[in-house]
């Protein structure tokens, strides 16, 4: 089993080395290599996504991500800013169904801007598009208008497209996930008003005849942007494009209250995946010793169970931060009256003890 480890920028490298080191003490055999992505890329290389690097993550079974980028890369041309590199990686091992799952963990109820009965329990799987839409669609770019409201002006445009084959696809992955849940999809589109999700809506319909066993709903997306913070509680699956999803995603994420805390996997159709933490590269606590490592940590053991077909890994690492964060430990973004606050290295060191201490005592 070989994998690429690709801790990127800002705290990337703090929350993937504790990953590693809770991966190292699980005692299984992997192969790992590191490689440079994103800002600390283009520093060494020149570019975001080196060949090196691109190879290594093709080459591998699984992809260990953390994050990438900085404000100091803004001013950069867009091929060169450290996003590219996700992109490209998206693109390049064709990972089209990403999933986000929000979980909203018992302890840390008290930490979401919501109130605590309209969260607690709160268990929602996003599964967004991740390979089309106007995040690829072509052509895009600049040019002078030829016609619109001012004809003559500089414009700018994307391309919002879906084909056939890529809603069929992420409709099946995302009835299949509801099949392991609740059976319960809601299909997010804007049917009302763009042609491309008038087709996307119609696909799922026309897939969900093989899924009579579940239950599938239409909402439009700002509709489904108000329900998020009206009563999440009433979603369990959520499968949408790549920009409603980009949106939701994190509007989801925050309610929990534990955005340190979610992991997420990317996969293509040979369960090749990319994991990485749901948040970004908290620039402004790198170099810290601060940053919630969970997240991470918790994308290792989406990556043993989804890409490395080792479910009982997966387990033990998820029992481990149960059990951490049941002891009271709190990295700050988590931290509330009455818990004890720790810096990374110490939240990753609790994990590994909490692993090794169920290897001795089965
Ligand atoms: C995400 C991020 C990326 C996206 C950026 C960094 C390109 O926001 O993974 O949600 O827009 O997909
Ligand atoms: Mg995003």
């Known amino acids: 089993m070989k994998i690429a480890v690709l801790p990127g920028d800002g705290i990337g490298t703090e929350i993937v080395a504790e990953a590693i080191r809770v991966l190292d003490a699980l005692d299984l055999s992997f192969e790992m290599e590191t490689a440079l992505v994103g800002g600390a890329a283009y520093e060494a290389h020149g570019h975001p996504l080196p060949e090196a690097t691109l190879k290594l993550a093709k080459e591998a079974d699984a992809v260990l991500f953390g994050a990438v980028g900085d404000w100091k890369y803004d001013k950069l041309d867009r091929p060169l800013r450290p996003e590219q590199a996700i992109l490209g990686l ?3 091992l064709g990972l089209f169904a990403n999933f986000r799952p929000a979980i909203c963990y018992e302890q840390l109820v008290g930490a ?3 109130k605590p009965e309209l969260i607690a329990g709160l268990d929602i799987l996003i599964i967004r598009e991740l390979t089309g839409d106007i995040y690829f669609g072509q052509p895009r770019g600049r040019r002078t208008a030829v016609d619109g ?8 445009f994307d391309t919002m497209r879906y084909s056939r084959p890529e809603v069929e696809r992420i409709a099946r992955v995302a009835f299949e996930a509801a099949r392991k849940r609740s059976k319960r999809v809601t299909s997010v589109d804007k049917a009302n008003v763009l042609e491309t999700f008038q087709f996307w809506k119609d696909i799922v319909t026309e897939v969900h ?8 709903d239409h909402m439009y997306v700002d509709n489904a942007a108000m329900q998020l ?3 999440p509680k009433k979603f369990d699956v959520i499968v949408t494009g790549n920009m409603f999803g980009d949106i939701l995603s994190d509007e989801a994420a925050m309610l929990t209250g534990s955005i340190g805390m979610l992991p997420s996997a990317s996969l293509n159709s040979s ?24 997240a991470t940590i918790l994308s290792a053991a989406m990556m043993l169970r989804f890409s490395l077909n080792q479910a009982e890994a997966a387990d033990r690492i998820e029992s481990a931060v149960k059990h951490v964060l049941a002891s009271g430990l709190r990295t700050g973004d988590i931290w509330s009256e ?3 606050r720790v810096g990374t290295r110490e939240m990753g060191d609790a994990v590994v003890a909490a692993i090794t201490k169920k290897t001795i005592t089965g």
């Open 209 to 216: 005849k093989d899924y009579p066993d579940i239950e599938l």
């Open 112 to 114: 979401s801007s919501l």
């Open 271 to 294: 369960n090749q995946g990319l994991y990485e933490p749901s948040h970004g590269s908290a620039p402004d606590i790198a170099g810290k010793g601060v940053a919630n490592p969970l």
């Open 90 to 92: 998206r693109k390049n």
């Open 229 to 231: 913070v009206k009563a």
């Open 149 to 156: 409201h001012f004809p003559g002006a500089d414009e700018a």
């Open 338 to 340: 009455g818990t004890k």
